[in-house]
């Protein structure tokens, strides 16, 4: 799994399969699911971030426990 945070967006997006996305389903508000062709979940992106409590205990404690989460300050631009 690779988690990334982007400060800017204020999204976190959990990459849990290295699979082509197919896909890309959004559940609600803050909650987009990424897809492989076989409809498994390649990733899963959580907007507005900073407001979601849960989400960032579980991020402290994926780093306390070693889980790698990248932590960036800029949105890429799309070319």
């Known amino acids: 799994m690779n988690i990334k945070y982007d400060k800017v967006a204020d ?4 990459q849990v ?9 959004k559940l ?4 987009i699911v990424d897809k492989d062709s076989g409809g498994n979940i390649v990733g899963l992106e959580i ?15 994926n780093v306390l426990n070693g889980v790698p989460v990248d932590m960036i300050s800029s949105t890429p631009i799309a070319a």
């Open 11 to 14: 999204a976190v997006y959990m």
């Open 47 to 61: 907007l507005d971030a900073s407001s979601q409590e849960d989400l960032i205990k579980n991020l402290e404690g």
């Open 17 to 25: 399969s290295q699979a082509a996305v197919a896909q890309t389903v």
């Open 28 to 31: 609600d508000d803050t909650l």
